[in-house]
């Protein structure tokens, strides 16, 4: 019943190395968001697919990188962390021309050491 | 371009309190506004909405109007729980492809 589900929930890891967040909707959404939450609870836009193609990149060092194997699935792959991006990165999902209305996962807690 | 800002928390209240948490925005056209609500250890939800202006959206007690004169969008409720304890964030959207921006969201905490 899960409408949009994230794994894994937590994620401890050392600087240095890659690592991967998944992202899956069952809502039938065709446009899929990464957001970025910091320590003091800012929310702000990282990526946006729609469709699998890359629709919103907004000023991210490019060692993110999302990949949308299809509409239903928006993964975040992280190369070379460093400890700023530990933070809570959420996935949400949206139909378009729906006012925008989006749906969040329950949060990934990147912790990097 | 577009932003968000809402008043500073923590809110502290007690139960049965009156709560409002002050929203204004900052955009170009007109764009659809949003309360999302984060519980402890969870992810966000939507609250209510609006989108267009004079609309009120409701849910759950709460309520906020989408007033274009003041580019305001104030969240209230009439009588706060404890159950009701939550970071409240307030956001804007623009039509077809566009992000949501956030405001910084309001701690709320109910005692009690």
């Known amino acids: 019943d899960t409408a949009v589900s994230q794994t894994p929930k937590y994620l401890v890891t050392q600087m240095g190395n890659d690592k991967s967040i998944k992202c899956e909707q069952n809502l039938g959404h065709d446009t899929m968001y990464w957001y970025k939450q910091d320590s003091k609870k800012f929310l702000k836009i990282m990526f946006s697919?729609?469709?699998?193609?890359?629709?919103i990149n907004e000023t991210v060092p490019n060692r993110f990188s999302p990949k949308s194997p299809d509409k239903a699935h928006l993964n975040l792959h992280i190369n070379s962390l460093e400890l700023g991006d530990s933070a809570v990165y959420f996935c949400?999902?949206?139909?378009?021309?729906?006012?925008?209305?989006?749906?969040f996962g329950p949060g990934t807690r990147l912790t990097v050491l | 371009g577009n932003s968000v800002t809402q008043m500073e928390g923590p809110v502290t209240l007690s139960e049965e309190a009156f709560l409002t948490i002050n929203c204004t925005y900052t955009?170009?056209?007109?764009?659809?506004l949003f309360w999302y609500v984060q519980y402890p250890g969870e992810g966000l939800q939507l609250l209510l909405k609006a989108t267009k202006a004079d609309d009120k959206g409701s849910n759950k007690g709460f309520e906020a109007t989408y007033r274009k004169e003041t580019t305001s969008f104030h969240l209230e409720k009439g009588s706060v729980q404890v159950s009701d304890s939550a970071v409240y964030f307030c956001?804007?959207?623009?039509?077809?492809?566009?992000?949501?921006?956030f405001g910084t969201g309001t701690r709320l905490l109910v005692s009690p």
């Open positions: 955009a170009t056209g007109y764009p659809s």
């Open positions: 956001a804007l959207s623009g039509t077809g492809f566009q992000k949501l921006v």
């Open positions: 949400a999902s949206s139909s378009p021309g729906g006012y925008n209305e989006q749906f």
């Open positions: 697919y729609n469709n699998k193609e890359l629709i």
